[in-house]
């Protein structure tokens, strides 16, 4: 969990409801509280300078003037100081109180661009910082040092927006799919055993957005562009298959969700939720009231260097309650994803029949491993062929390294790693053996046929080697066992 948690403070409501649950959370994890607090003596001499022009006349003579500036400059540099370090006094006799390791820090500058410069400096996993500071009007939604922190800095981000205390409240997990998002649930598991809260996982998709564009769409596109497009055929598609098979996906990242839970003996709540994703977000947020809700900074569909997923952004400005914004990532088990999300077509499952029983399970998981790496939630025929269309680059060097033979020294002419200590024999010179026809049938029992066929030179191979004139079954099995080690 967090070993050191990172505390901006300016003795507004939301900054101390902030200091009240690091210090919950560093008493069960023992991390280390750091406090900081931005003054800006600068910014108010500049400030000072600008409205002098506005002084009232005796003020306004030069030797007024020197003596106001001297007087100012002192007053704000030292005041500001005292300030700040009587912010920070608060922060450390509470920390005392409570027997916690923590340390304070006084910066001078622009506030939430030193901040984020301090952070990124520091070693500190979770920042926690008020959704609003002393600047705050009824009208405010989010104050503007948290929402400049909350897209520049690379942690998990825990953002108060509740100044009171609840004990009641559950902690929400807000999937996607995304590793972020499963981040955050892991993350959100922890919490709920730490602050002794239930935890719920949530997903939402939307069915709506394809009936919008397809609308739009057809507005404006020309009886010819429609035959092009083939508009009606697409639009069929959307609401027979696609639309379905969202609700499919999200609900398979609940399922996925609940069997990690599961396997931390937690019994998680789930919910699939239809509808714009963060208008969906917050209607559950209005009608559960959650203490917190854990959700990615970035989401599924977010490019690299993006600051705020989109449902992010949203939730930071309206949501009602705490937020937390995770950056951890984390990929569950492709086991986990392959039962809950993924379907066999009948012709795939035929294929996989043929294949030997010794090696299927290693080949299945293969598959399954290259279909959700390219994103496919069904496996077919042509999925089978491209994960297995031939062996892995560098099987042979990983196979030699398992085995512990060493490849140095070896011309690209080409001694066999596994019989270059033996009597070389000119290809000229030997004749292909005989097959029986028990081996033949094993032997095509093996697929796909890239693999059949480095398995049948294989087996010719050794069995030149040893002498024999007749392939045996048994040798397509000890050959067959050979490959399967390669491929591992």
Partial sequence: MYKSIYLPLDNSAHSLRGVDIALELAGETGAQLIGSHVYAAKLHDRRFRQMEGGLPEPYRKEEKLVEQ????DDLITRGLRIISD??????????RAAGLAHRSVSLEGKNWQELVKDIAAGESDLVIIGALGLGAVESSQLGSVCERVARRVDRDLLVVREPEKRTD???VAALDGSPQSYGGLMTALELGRIFRRPVEAVASFDPDFHYVAFNSIAKVLSSEAAKVFRFEEQEKLHE?????GLAKIYQGHLEVAA???????IDLTTKLLAGKSFEQLLRHIRETKPWLMVLGRIGVHSEAGMDLG???ENLLRQAGCNLLLSARCFEPPIEHIAETTMT????AEARMLRVPDFVRGMARKAIVKHAAKEGHTVVTSDVIDACMSGIPSGAVERFAEKKGISLDGMDKGGKCPFAHHRQQVSALESESPGWERAALARLQRIDPVALREHAKLRIEKMARRKGHTTITEAMVDAASRTVTEMLE
Avoid: P
Avoid at 69 to 72: C, L, M, S, T, V
Avoid at 86 to 95: A, I, K, N, P, Q
Avoid at 259 to 265: C, M, V
Avoid at 344 to 347: I, N
């Fill in 69 to 72: 500036r001297d007087i100012h």
């Fill in 86 to 95: 009587s912010y920070l006094d608060v922060f450390e006799d509470r920390c």
């Fill in 169 to 171: 409240g559950a902690i």
């Fill in 240 to 244: 027979e298959i696609i639309d379905s």
């Fill in 259 to 265: 069997r990690l839970a599961k396997g931390q003996g």
């Fill in 310 to 312: 989109s449902a992010t």
């Fill in 344 to 347: 066999w077509t009948e012709e």
